[in-house]
């Protein structure tokens, strides 16, 4: 969830670090999976063979005198954003971090199943997805209905912050505070957590889309152009910086877009201290939450978390210096996890995989 739409690296992640490939080999392995039903991106875990799938949460309809009909999802989706004829129609069901569009996301989740399992027939499996912990009951169940509806005998919910730590390799089931900052493409949740379960937590609707959009708007007021969303989110995984540069300009880009004064494409140039100046103010929003975070914790636990440090999961954590921003701010250690892009769905598999012993932390509503 978050910054960056690449690939999955190396393809595979396994929980044992043996690599298996799935071809011919579906059949000895269960078909339950763990979804990171992420606002920017979606990641599918399955049980046995860790994340095989990371596409965009996008879906394009063909639509034909009032009538939808599924032309791409995921990958294929996304290169149509922005781009779309008056026929086709290109959609994100989800927003921050919960669906906006029930259908959409329905479609989208049916999807990813076949892409994973690639064969017609296969059963019903049991399904986990990680919800925002801000996340109210009548989403919870949008999620819940959604999934069960693309063919799951069995869905569980685990909350984002529980799944981005375990994801993080940290020691959640300790009785020692720990505190993640997991950044995602709709929300940042901001926890703390001790014995498996969350002490403290805040969900604010902050993340990558709300840095795309500051991006766009910064472009607007300040050099009259009009750029879209895949140009806004190539220039913060590009030249993105959280801290202004030491030189205040820092490396440079070429950008293009829609001159508002005469209405025609131009070609300008923006910097890394003109995007940090454009970021200051959904980063400022989440060293607040940090900052909230703390003040609310009780003593024991914040001593604990002044000896290990934050950790920052998410693709938001990708963005450049925003720990070192993060540690002017707090005067704590940050650490970005090492697959800061995959932590939420790594736990998620990880509560699949290990179900007995996480089983307080999925919540199955039965």
Known sequence: MGLHSGRVAGEYVHMNGIGIQMAGLS??????????????NTLVYVKGKGVILNEPSVVAYHVKDGVKKVLAVGEDAKLMLG????????????????IADFD??????????RKVHRRTTFSKPKIIVCVPHGATPVEKRAIRQSVMSAGARRAGLVAEPIAAAIGAGMPITDPTGNMVVDIGGGTTEVAVLSLGDIVYARSVRVGGDRMDDAI???????????VGETTAERIKTTIGTARMPDDGRGTSIQIRGRDLLNGVPKETEISQAQVAEALAEPVQQICEAVMTALEATPPDLAADIVDRGVMLTGGG????????ALREQTGLSISVADESLNCVALGTGKALEFEKQLRHVIDYDS
């Open 27 to 40: 059949s000895l392995f269960s078909s339950d999976m763990a979804i990171d039903l992420g606002t920017a």
């Open 104 to 113: 959409s996301a329905e479609e989208m989740i049916k999807n990813f199943i």
């Open 317 to 324: 954590a990708l963005l450049g210096e925003l720990d070192l």
């Open 216 to 226: 766009i708007n910064y472009l607007r007021r300040q050099q009259n152009l009009l």
């Open 83 to 98: 781009r779309t004829p008056g026929s086709i129609e290109a959609i994100r069901p989800m927003r921050d971090g919960v």
